[in-house]
């Protein structure tokens, strides 16, 4: 029922509470549609990667292999900040005299400490994923960070895009009343044909190209986040009463960023036939799923059974992913 839920999508999201198994279900689903013949890209914005254990084998920052058209990527959000950052500080130092090129290494350094400069590196490296790497495969599968970090991502777009359009109404004034200045010869000449070649006409307009592409790839990404028939987010959750009420909160939160939410997985059902200590609990844990469709009406909800053993390894994910 997951795999029909989320069609052709190119790009879709599972996100959570933490501990319900979010990792699980996303690789789950990534190798059930390679074994479709779809060509996949995993990708983890989790801090605290689990890829790597799931599969039982290393998974680092760069793109690897782990089945047959299915690749998998963790996305180290200290090495995407000190990449992005690096960038920054090329581009201000080749704008700035030399003299205050030693203010540009100390505010990179603060900027580094900043709030929200990781989440904004990360926000940048999902983007390019999404924007250009996407072309090379039919699904990119993102499994994310505990649900009020990912909240935060999926708002991020068009706060970006809002700030980047600022900077660039600020920097066509600023161009305009500089050249305004540099107009006014003494001499009462023409003077266009000699700014053509001004260093900071040259500064300006690659101050302004960088500008226009961070906000062309933010655009990009919000458009996709927008378009139903790109793009789907999945929130898993136990069937627990704090899963539960926080899956309802994060729903609120994803859906007022223009994130569609194409249905809820439930992961670690309690068997009903398999002893009265679990029947008692698949018993609770109805009481709390009929809550979630109470709040959340309409919503497709996908039950998965909680499995008797620990899901490691390619076999251990093929097994579950029959399930979905």
Same mark, same amino acid.
């Given at each position: ?12 999201? #599972? ?56 690749? !998998? ?9 000190? @990449? ?6 090329? +581009? ?11 203010? =540009? ?12 400069? *990781? ?10 994923? =999404? ?24 708002? %991020? ?6 700030? +980047? ?26 003077? /266009?044909?000699?700014?053509? @070649? ?35 987010? #999945?929130? /898993? ?6 899963? /539960?009420?926080?899956?309802?909160? #994060? *729903? ?6 223009? /994130?569609? =939410?194409?249905?809820? !997985? ?11 200590? %679990? ?6 844990? @109805? ?16 039950? %998965? ?6 899901? +490691?390894?390619? @076999? ?9």
């Amino acid at each position: 029922m997951l795999l029909d839920l989320i069609g052709d999508r190119r790009v879709v999201f #599972f996100g959570g509470k933490g501990g319900v198994g979010k990792t699980t279900v996303a690789s789950a689903a990534a190798l059930a549609l390679a074994s479709r013949g779809r060509r996949v890209l995993l990708v983890s914005t989790d801090p605290a990667h689990n890829q790597g254990h799931l599969w039982d084998r290393r998974i680092g920052d760069r793109t690897v292999a782990v089945a047959e058209r299915l690749d !998998v990527v963790e996305i180290d959000p200290a090495r995407t900040t000190d @990449e992005h950052l690096a960038q920054v500080g090329e +581009t201000m130092r080749a704008m700035m005299p030399e003299r205050l090129r030693g203010e =540009v290494d100390k505010h990179l350094r603060l900027a580094a400490q900043a709030p929200g400069t *990781h989440e904004a590196a990360v926000l940048e490296r999902i983007a390019g994923i =999404v924007t250009d790497d996407a072309r090379d495969y039919d699904h990119v599968i993102v499994d994310t960070a505990p649900s009020g970090h990912t909240a935060r991502l999926m708002a %991020l777009p068009e706060l970006m895009a809002a700030w +980047t359009d600022g900077l660039l109404d600020r920097r066509a004034r600023s161009e305009k009343l500089s050249a305004a200045v540099r107009g006014l010869s003494p001499t009462g000449k023409d003077t /266009v044909a000699g700014r053509a @070649e001004d260093p900071v006409d040259r500064r300006d307009r690659r101050l302004r190209r960088i500008l226009l592409a961070r906000r062309e790839r933010f655009t990009a990404l919000r458009e996709t986040l927008a378009d139903p028939d790109r793009c789907v987010f #999945f929130l /898993v959750l136990a069937a627990e009463r704090l899963p /539960v009420l926080e899956t309802v909160e #994060f *729903h609120a939160e994803l859906t007022a960023s223009g /994130v569609r =939410v194409g249905g809820c !997985v439930v992961n670690r059902r309690s068997p009903a036939d398999q002893g009265e200590f %679990l029947a008692r609990r698949h018993d609770l844990e @109805e009481g709390f799923l009929a809550q979630l469709r109470t709040e959340l009406p309409g919503l497709p909800v996908v039950q %998965l059974p909680l499995e008797a053993g620990d899901i +490691t390894g390619h @076999e251990a994910l093929e097994r579950f992913a029959v399930r979905l």
